[in-house]
């Protein structure tokens, strides 16, 4: 399960806490004003927009507007670099991306009540080529979606084969559509690059275009996580000592992943609220109670946030291993150090404490256990 773009419940508090709205909307230089004008319906006269920073710790308000009897709105602020933003309502749950840099002026317009998927950017080079990459993006998940359903409603084997072929056809365009724009001479070049990390397939890719952007957009905010990533990757790589992980288990104790050196371990990235994760769950306790004797464990890394459904989810499944989580979800500390993207992930460690393998699942899993204990 891929990580969230934006954390919607802080950000709702920020759009609904006046005071701090205000304070958040300083006085710019000229040369770093931007403009977003537009037309949004489904809104009443004097509702507020928002242009908000939602990459900023914590999300930032840079501009507001009001918008009027016909929906008409224009937000003024400024941005300190070129990136990709978003246009907010308040309690609104869709979101609309918009490149903005220093001196721009941006023309949207859609259904606030569906921002997200209704909304349209123009006005700058930029903005079109966001909007086009987005456009093509949404009906890939259409058509994805549509996919899954043909899917489930069918036990056939071959409409089943076909279906899987007309999915990866989708998820090959959307790679190209990606790897295009992360080719383009602009700054979403980089934007675009972000959204390939997690996938092992491009990590040359990845090496290569990062080099370029460090050359020519070195202050941007997505080449600094770029290369962040990158220094992430060494450091848990194959062969790399395992960065150690010391978090707090069910019963409040701090667990440390180095308490477990001297048998195999493998590191078990997961959530409550995943549901690949808790498919994956009846396999993994399998594969646990089948080599535990012979020197294997297990030390699950939860990414949740609540800790009765994350108790009650290790209760459920029978997962008996060592489980640890700060409970800050896609904040999480060991998520962060060992640069979790989507779970599950696995991180194979050896006796000694270094690397072995990383992202097996299922039967790849089972195989390289079984290799390393039989």
């Known amino acids: 399960m891929n990580k969230p773009v934006y954390p919607l419940l802080a950000l709702a508090a920020l759009l609904t806490t006046p005071a701090l709205a205000q304070k958040r909307e300083k006085p710019a230089k000229a040369d770093s004003r931007f403009e977003v004008r537009g037309t949004l319906q489904s809104l009443p006269a004097g509702s507020r927009v928002f242009v908000v920073d939602t990459q900023a710790e914590p999300a930032t308000v840079l501009g507001s507007g009001t918008v009027d009897g016909k929906g008409h709105f224009t937000v003024r602020g400024k941005v300190s670099e070129a990136a990709v933003y978003y246009v907010a309502v308040p309690e609104k749950r869709e979101l609309l991306a918009v490149p903005l840099a220093p001196g721009a002026h941006v023309d949207v317009s859609g259904d606030a009540e569906r921002l997200g998927s209704t ?4 006005g700058t080079p930029e903005a079109e080529a966001l909007m086009a990459y987005e456009q093509a993006r949404l009906a890939n998940v259409q058509k994805m979606q549509a996919l899954m359903q ?6 056939d084997a071959a409409t089943r084969a076909a279906l899987n072929q007309e999915r990866r056809a989708l998820e090959a365009a959307q790679l190209a559509a990606a790897r295009a724009l992360a080719r383009r001479p602009t700054y979403l070049a980089p934007f675009a690059a972000l959204s390939l990390l997690g996938d092992e397939a491009q990590a040359a890719f990845l090496d290569s275009v990062t080099a370029v952007y460090q050359k020519i957009e070195p202050v941007s905010r997505y080449t600094k996580a770029l290369l962040a990533n990158q220094a992430r990757l ?9 960065p150690d992980i010391q978090l707090a288990g069910v019963d409040g104790k701090v667990v440390s992943l180095s308490s477990l050196r001297g048998k195999y371990v493998m590191i078990d990235f997961w959530a409550s609220w995943c549901g690949p994760c808790r498919q994956e769950n009846p396999n993994v306790v399998r594969l646990y109670n089948a080599y535990k004797a012979k020197g294997f464990e297990i030390y699950g890394v939860s990414l949740d946030q609540e800790r009765d459904k994350w108790v009650k989810a290790i209760q459920a499944d029978g997962l008996v291993w060592p489980q640890v989580s700060d409970l800050k979800g896609w904040q999480s500390m060991a998520g962060q150090l060992y640069g979790v993207r989507a ?6 460690i050896d006796p000694e404490g270094r690397i072995i393998a990383k992202n097996l699942r299922g039967r790849q899993l089972e195989r390289k256990v079984a290799a390393l204990l039989n």
């Open 119 to 122: 909304g349209k950017v123009g």
């Open 234 to 242: 060494r450091a848990t790589a194959v062969g790399a000592p395992a």
């Open 343 to 348: 779970i599950p992930a696995a991180v194979l």
């Open 150 to 155: 043909r899917y489930n409603a069918t036990q």
